[in-house]
């Protein structure tokens, strides 16, 4: 963990420093302090409401910090937008896209509000609609998609102008096994290759298996950042999450929630 | 399980209302909109009862037969208006469906609306307060039309349900809409045409002198529909007519008992169909984006044009188009206007386009996210909003402005109307440019019906509405008011001079709207975000 006085470290693909963001009268992100180191595979885990979307939204330009600093690679997003935006690709939880695109459209949309040329998108959409699997439906629009096709092309559109560090909010979720696992063989390689990625997760195995290093975030603070083995210190991540965050049930109770019992 | 889905929907309500403070001054609004509009229908009914009952009772007959047909249309085209009450979502309670049907039926009273109903049905009962005979037969007719309005919302609802499933039937009956809106204008000028031929372009007055002549009739017809047989109950009884009374309470009866039935069989249907499985729309290629350069600014362009076609709540804007000089000529033609109508078509559409971007954010909805986070500069973001209209309104109104002029066989008036049209359109989009970076306010969400308001966001959206306006009438004042001069006094001058200052005004009001609204727009990207995000 970063101590909270330590100032940016410019070497870092994200640096968060003392974020805080209240909305009404509760307060969502409260001194968040955080280094994603460049390279690394990194996870953000917590439980519902913790606010690891919050976090990610203010680290990604997409809602304005009440307090704190954002530097991407060593430049501060908030005060220099232009220059930071460029090396983000965000793929943002719980916003609509512009559905009424067929998913070639949405995709060219991406590329071209990044300031891509035509060829460029082109190319890069194609290689994009075959990892994701989405060939097939290149000409369907996106209000008709599934959930999982919806998420896997706002992934594509979040990569398309190859950003130098990407940040998912709950990438994963709704995408099938087959297609999970395509997007994070996708993800080591653009990792492998020298890039940052960020997701946000409430499942604790896949990050384990999945990520170099991890932050567990609740109640809108970092109780704790690093490597993931330097996290789960010999436990396996999920024992190490339960025993930072608390809150664990002892299993008993709900004895009449069993079939043989009366459902009186 | 009634208690409980009155209690439901008032626990639904008052969060609603704890969430914003806006939702909460909008359900004051509108609730004082309703009781301002029923104390005068209350007022105006028992001032008429006293001094003639029998008109008073063809005139309610008539106004009731409307609220009645109001109360079963207006869910078709606003649904996703208010779903807290979609049986769909009471299907895994297994709750008896006869106890559900009544729980439903009463929780449908709980909404200003319903309220307004009643207050409204009850209060005009006191027109008869001569007689009380009429009396009590008009407050038993209140409650019976009540039920008719509130089950018949219902049973349309959920029997066309399945319909509505389909995205793609959604989107054309929305659409569709705009005709059966349009024409009740053009309407009521061809029912009142034959009595008034003096040039009058008002189309729905006053009960004055068309009375006799329109509403009797009328009346005496809708009061043999299950629309009109409530409300032209108490009259009957009034007029001592037991047998014509007997018959219209078994007419409204009746209906409710058939409504009853349907609205049971539907539900039953409802409870078991599950929804969705449905064909997905297609487009083949890139469309717009292959063709638009490949800039921000064109893909911002393609994507608006995109949307013009694909979305409805764009696309009823343009459905109005072709229908709006239909409406005018019908009204120039009916009321004895002439065809001098027509030369207001081309502003009229200029307007509609102009002003159809003036909340393109909160059409984005929260989809707006990829503009931010892509960081889209201010001036790609408002000039690919704005171009689209442009490109297709310029040479619609020149069009239309040549049309009109011709049918009108006004050619005097031809450059003071190309002036005004081509000024409003500046000054719309102009205006639009700059308010949509900044009077965001609540409107239908993609998929969700262009008629349906967000309840609650009646008073932001008639603010930010009121405020855009007033800019453009203040913007195309000069314009205007050269135009009108030119067509009175029928003088070339003029006309050339609006035609000139109207351009003028265009330009300015486009180039300064797009540059003052890329920087408001540049300002306030993540809050316009956050905007569309508490709304969503």
Redesign the interface.
Known sequence: MTHPTAPPDPAAALSLRGLWRRFGDKIAVSGVDLDVPAGSFFGLVGPNGAGKTTALSMATGLLRPDFGTVHVLGTDLWARPDEAKPLLGVLPDGVRLFDRLTGAQLLTYSGLLRGLDRDTVARRGEDLLRAMDLLADRDTLVVDYSAGMTKKIALAGAMIHAPRVLVLDEPFEAVDPVSAANIRAILQRYVDGGGTVVVSSHVMDLVQRTCSHVAIIAGGHVLDAGTVDAVRGGQSLEDRFVALVGGRQESGGLEWLRTSSDSG | MVAHLVRLRLTLLGNTLRRSVWQAVGLVVATLYGLSVVTLAVTAAVAGGLADPVVTGQVLTVAGSAVVVAWWVVPLFAFGLDSTLDPQRFAPLAIPRRRLLAGLAVAALVSVPALVTVLGAVGVAFAWVTDPAAVAAALLSAAVAVALCVLGARAVTTLLAPLLDS?RHREVLMVAAVVPLLAVGPFFAWVTSPTRGDGGEVTVSGPGDLVPAVVAPAAELLAWTPLGAPWALPGAVHDGAWGLAAARLGIAVGALVLLVVVWDRALARALVAPRGG?A????????W?GRLP???T???A??CA??WV??PRYATTLALVPLLPAVAVVLGLTTGAGAGLLLLAAPVVAFLLGFAVSDDVGY????F????????PGRADRWGRALPVLVVGVPLVVALAVVGAAVADRWVALPAVLGLALGVLGAALGTSSVASARLVYPVPK??QSAFSTPQGATTATVVAQMAAFAVIAALTLPTTALAVAAVLLASVPLSLAAAGVGVATATAAVVVGVRWGARVYERR???L??QV?SF?
């Open positions: 995205r449905r997905g729309g297609t487009a083949r290629g890139l469309g984006f490949a800039t921000p064109g893909a911002v393609a994507r995109t949307y694909r979305d984005d909805s929260t989809a996210a990829l503009h931010v986070a892509s960081g889209v993609p998929g990207l993540p809050e975000l956050a995000r969503a």
